[in-house]
């Protein structure tokens, strides 16, 4: 112990003395000599900047590349995200439409924005969004003026109108095929000269507001959606009347006999396929106002265009062709005769254009 400490001491002594000498030597090596000049300032090149610009950017590297490293897997795991998100709205959608026949907003949304098809019509897809736009009109209609309850004891009737929608849009996509062999078309203006017709009648409200509230109201419809049913329905028409020439024929041939001179009763009687005709000259029976529902709106149009004795052209009043003639006029309302050519039921247009182009369908309801 004796031993250690003395040592000790011995080591303590030396210390100053290493310091010293340490201090010494730093001391000469910073105190220049007489014989010596100041070093020079370094000059500022290009060369010098570059050099200690990639010093500090090599520190920072072992920065960056993480970031980026961090950065490629955000991407990574957001694509990965969204991916998965895709996946499972497809298969959502392919679940309700095809298993469960779901009718709610959502699904209705999706057919809007990506064409999943409900049937084939030969080389032609029918798209989902078709069979829900129709469908969707009859439940609201039934659910919100006749009160059924389809999830309950309706249920059974509900299959029915399934069943009716997809046969509507099956023969609209064949009329549409007839449409475009035929080279029948239907403008917007025709749409809007039609809703004009029904809108002078009165039979859709008396002004927008209400004409709006009536389509909402009962069908769950905007107007938009009101004349893409009604572009439907008039495109049939001009369809079913060019198809069936040999009616179009009869009724122009009465509409010659007219014009050289012959008696519009009697021409009724021997021509009309209105049975009535045979007794009564094809005399409607009733004082007619615009807003009468037993005549279609185009013939109503006519009408009250023509003056007392006129008789109009040919008429295609959807299922039948009709030429009217005006015998009074009593204020507000008419009294009037007409000659009617039933057309050929467009359905045998369609069955067939069906034998030619067989029907495929992707939905099946029990």
């Known amino acids: 112990m004796i031993k250690r400490l003395k040592k000790v001491k011995q080591v303590g002594k030396m210390v100053p003395e290493v310091v010293a000498e340490k201090a010494a030597s730093i001391n000469s090596a910073l105190t220049p000599k007489s014989d010596e000049t100041p070093a020079s300032v370094p000059t500022i090149t290009n060369q010098n900047i570059t050099e200690h610009r990639e010093e500090v950017l090599k520190g920072a590297r072992k920065y960056i590349y993480p970031l980026q490293h961090s950065k490629r897997k955000i991407i990574r795991i957001t694509l990965s995200i969204m991916i998965l998100a895709i996946v499972g709205f497809f298969v959502y959608c392919c679940l309700g439409l095809y298993k469960f026949y779901q009718t709610n907003t959502f699904v209705y949304r999706a057919t809007q924005v990506v064409p999943f098809p409900v049937a084939k019509t030969g080389g032609h897809y029918v798209d989902y969004e078709n069979y829900l736009f129709e469908l969707r009109h009859y439940v609201h209609y039934y659910e919100t003026q006749q009160q059924i309850n389809f999830s309950g004891s309706d ?45 002078a009648q009165n039979r859709l409200g008396s002004d927008n507001k209400v004409f709006a509230e009536v389509l909402r109201n009962y069908w769950g419809w905007s107007v938009d959606d009101f004349k893409r049913s009604l572009k439907s329905q008039i495109v049939a028409e001009k369809v079913n009347a060019k198809l069936d020439t040999a009616t179009t024929a009869r009724a122009n041939a009465a509409l010659v006999q007219l014009k050289a001179g012959t008696d519009f009763a009697t021409l009724a009687k021997s021509v009309s396929d209105d049975p009535s005709a045979k007794s009564n000259g094809g005399d409607y029976g009733i004082a007619i106002t615009k807003e009468n529902p037993n005549i279609p709106p185009q013939v109503t149009e006519e009408l009250f265009k023509l003056k007392a004795n006129e008789y109009s052209g040919v008429i295609d009043a959807g299922a039948t062709l009709e030429i009217v003639k005006v015998t009074q006029i009593n204020g507000t309302s008419v009294t009037a005769q007409h000659i009617s050519f039933n057309l050929t039921n467009i359905q045998t247009y369609i069955d067939q254009l069906k034998a030619k182009e067989p029907l495929k369908t992707y939905v099946h309801f029990k």
């Open 155 to 199: 249920k059974a009737q509900l299959l029915q109108f399934r069943k009716q929608a997809l046969t509507n849009v099956i023969n609209d996509s064949y009329i549409k095929i007839l449409a475009s062999q035929n080279g029948v078309g239907v403008s917007t203006r025709e749409v809007n000269n039609r809703i004009n017709e029904v809108r």
